[in-house]
């Protein structure tokens, strides 16, 4: 008898990709292929569509909300046992699972945490700040540059107002107070390397910092452990008024879509990819950025990586969720749009700060979960 086939999509950065076939080729009991997509097809493509191609779906937990909506993933403790699930909620950095976690359920599994943190070049910053307060004196000696493009925008605005205290709710994106001194902040912050930046995604960002192309520190980019070992350093997001740091969850899960004929060889194969060992040793040795506390706290893990881990994991420990109900997604390109032209023509707070909030309840159902 046959091993059954099954389809899987992912993104097509070597983090994404490369320690997810490499796996599948050494998987017990089934035939697994991995196709690839860009980084912007998580925004640009729905995932009811997505799920009817495929039985699993790599996504990122913006999506959790609509993917509900369509009623086209399976969740996960139809998939797991409640003890299992508890393990993984335990033993991941941050809110990895929970930012899966939507109308009582669980929509993915966290292979792959991230966050965004600090980017330098270490040949032009020696000792990165900690604190925002210390970002617009350092633009005047150093390239610094916000991550604008695509959907960055939104959440580099939602982090900095975490880091200054402010929460959306489900009836407001932002406390207008705090959102003012972001932006003023994210404004003074919008000079010639921001705008030189201002079309570059989060790789193309640290391909630059890499290569000293006019990029020396980016305060809020999400991190990617495969730069950490060529000249880019990294470190915690900034701290704001407390103490506190701002950021803005990434990362990536895997879900099972409706289409999938899940079977044990399938939920075994999910089951190696979340065990301790996998995530300490294959996944690192695979490109890949593991999702596990003890991943992020192994010393060789660190040591072959610059540090990377060590040094952004309280970042990741504290990394809030971004908004997650059916049309969360419009709402984010459109906001990030409308807060993107803001700052590089440098408008003034309050009309920018309205319309976010009016493009907030546009796109935000009455009474949903945020």
Known sequence: ????VYRGLTWDHPRGYNALAAAAVQAEGLSLHWDKHPLEGFESHPIADLCARYDLVVLDHPHVGE????????PVEALFAADEIAGWQAAVAGPSLASYEYAGK????????ATQVMAYRRARVDTPPTAWVELPALSQRRAVALSLAGPHAILSFQSVCGAFGAGRSRELFMDRTIGREAYALMLALTGDATVRAQALNPIAMLGAIERGEGIDLCPLIYGYVNYATRGVGFADAPRGSGGRIGSTLGGTGIGVSKRCDVTPALLDHLRWLMSEPTQRTFIPQHDGQPALRAAWQDA?????????????????EQALLRPRHDGAIAFQTAASARLRAALLAGEAADPVLDDL???????????AET
């Open 1 to 4: 008898m046959s091993a059954p």
């Open 67 to 74: 993917a509900v909506a369509a009623d086209c993933l399976v």
């Open 106 to 113: 669980h929509w993915a599994l966290p292979l792959d945490a």
């Open 357 to 367: 909030e009016t493009l907030y309840r546009a796109h935000h159902p009455a009474g």
């Open 300 to 316: 060789a893990v660190n040591a072959a990586t610059g540090n990377f881990f060590a040094a952004t994991l309280a970042t990741v």
